[in-house]
Every structure is written in C-alpha cells, then in structure tokens.
C-alpha cells in the first residue's frame, strides 16, 4: 500500500515515464505495470502515452481517490460503512499509528459532543484524524478550534456560508435551528497525554455533505439541500484536511481565523458547564479556545461547555402591552 501511494503522488503531478516510475519507487517495470493495473481495477481511468502514465479520472470516493493530489501528509483508511470513524481511530491511535484518517460513506453508531447521537447516513463526510501534535494537554484545544476553522473554509469554497458556534459547531446561519442556524457539521476530539505532551488526538469531524434533508434531524441542513446539486466529496475532504494540516503547522492563526468565522461573538449566550451556568454576552475567544462572556457579576472564561445562543429579549409592544424575554432554549 506505501508503494501504491508513492505512485499515487508521483502521478498527481502529471505524466510520469515507466523506467521514471521504476526508479523513483523502487520497484521493477513489471511491479509498476502490477500497480497500474490495481488502481485501473478500482475505477482510475490511467492511460498510458508517448509522455508515460497519466491520470484521466479519478473514483468518486475511497481511499485511493482522496489520497491522490492531497496536499497533507496523511494516509486515508477508508470503509464504505462502519460503527464508528472516531472508534477505529482511537484502535489505530493505541497501537502506535499517526497521520491516518479514518474515513466513510456512513457511521451506523456516530457520537457527538456530550455523548450525543450523531446522525450519519451514506453520503456525508465522516473522517477521524490521528495525529501526534507537539503540544501540552492544557493547549489541546486549539486544534479543535483549528478542525472548525478548516471545515468552515472547505464549506465556504463551494459556496456556502459557514460559520462557527462555539467551540466547534459549523452552522448555515439561514437554516432554522435551536443554535441560531442549521447545523452543517460537527467535531469531537479525543486526547490522552501526560503532564506536559499530549500521546495522541483524534479529531472527528461529521459533515452534511450529499446527504437528503428528509434524513436529517430538526435544525440540520446539508451543502447539498443548499446549494441544490451534490458537492464533490472527494475533494471537499481533501481541503478539510489540507486546511487542517495547515493550521496545526502554524497554530498562531487559528485564533484569528476562528474569531473572523465565528458568530458567537457578540451574542446573549447559556452555557452549562459540569458545576455551573452562565450567561450573558460572548465578548471573545482566547487561547486555547475559551470563551470570555460578561456577565452581570463580570467576565467569566469558560473552558469547555454547552453553549446556546439566546434570543435577543424583545420591546414591549406598545400596542398589545405586553412582550416576550429571552428563551434560553433558543
């Protein structure tokens, strides 16, 4: 499988001469031969010219598919269907791999934040990242700041206006829905570390890509039910990933980048944390990810949380004299 990635990336450039091939991987014409003709069986319409082996087209989906001409350097697992992308992250992430993404077509038993039910039906983007960031546990999150900066991008490059609620829910802010918006995507992020580095992190992220809005659950919408045709998946995941990667190699961005998509700040805010609930405003976001919210006893600084976005209190209605508060399941 490196060798077949290997000739993956030598061939994302362009057309590529046998012997070339033969030299640069390795491995003998007849191996190159065997390869071509694998990648030809799992639908790459290869052709071979005066000027070598040249890529014409390339599967819809699959492992193979998102890996060629990914600008990251990660390796793709991919499964058509599977309980859970994140799980089988977490067994890759205990037995020493790194830089892999778990991906499918559906998850028949995906979790979000707070143990959550996340639907997943075939047609979504489901990918789990494994990586081994050189950061302390107490900085973890910054990359899930990070992982909601690069979905929001790779939803905003096919048109779609993306934005942020915290810490991690990418909304449509048209679409209907108790956060303010309709929810597009979601992120999860598992860690374990010790005092001072973390061991490993697994960023998951679920996307309603082509999945059918009759599928989804109240308050969700899908790029497709937006923008009225199916999006190329492929290459939607690959600069999520791309993005993400860039992000993690320079974290001094993300900040930045988070507060310019966000639509948290400035909204009246609920959040429910293990020992308390606060509300007020959300003033800002800082390192690693915490919301800053003024209260009416000052500014508070939350960590982690279910954050809601309250409805503005309503004026009293002159006419009717009478009027409406705040709801904070709004």
Known sequence: MDTRRALLDALSTGPVEGPELADHLGISRAAVWKQIEALRANGFRIE???????????????????????????????????????????????????????????????????????????????????????????????????????????????????RI?????????????????????????????????????????????????????????????????????????QRLLERLHELIETPDDVLPDWRDRAMTIGERVRVETTTDVIEGTAVDVEFPGALVVRTDSGRRRVLAGDCRHLRPIEEVDSGSGSGRGSNPDG
């Open 165 to 237: 609620k915290w810490p991690n829910d990418v909304l449509h802010p048209d679409g209907a829905g108790e956060r303010g918006g309709a929810k597009l995507a979601g992120i999860l992020t598992e860690m374990t570390g010790e005092s001072d580095r973390v061991s490993w992190m697994i960023v998951g992220t679920g996307v309603n890509a082509n999945v059918d809005a009759a599928d989804l659950p109240p308050g969700s919408a899908s790029l497709q039910s937006i923008l009225g045709h199916e999006v190329d998946r492929r290459r939607f995941l």
């Open 48 to 162: 071979a010219g005066e000027e070598g082996y040249a890529v014409r087209s390339v599967p819809e989906y699959g492992s193979e598919a998102i890996r060629f001409g990914l600008e990251a350097p990660y390796g793709i697992e991919y499964h058509e269907s599977i309980e859970s992308t994140n799980e089988r992250a977490r067994e890759l992430a205990e037995s020493g791999e790194t830089d892999v993404a778990v991906v499918a077509d559906e998850q028949t038993g995906g979790r979000g934040r707070l143990d959550r039910e996340w639907t997943s039906p075939s047609g979504g983007v489901y990918a789990s990242l494994v990586i081994r960031p050189d950061l302390p546990p107490a900085h973890a999150a910054i990359v899930t700041l990070a992982a909601a900066v690069a979905t929001t991008d790779a939803c905003r490059e096919l048109g779609v206006d993306a």
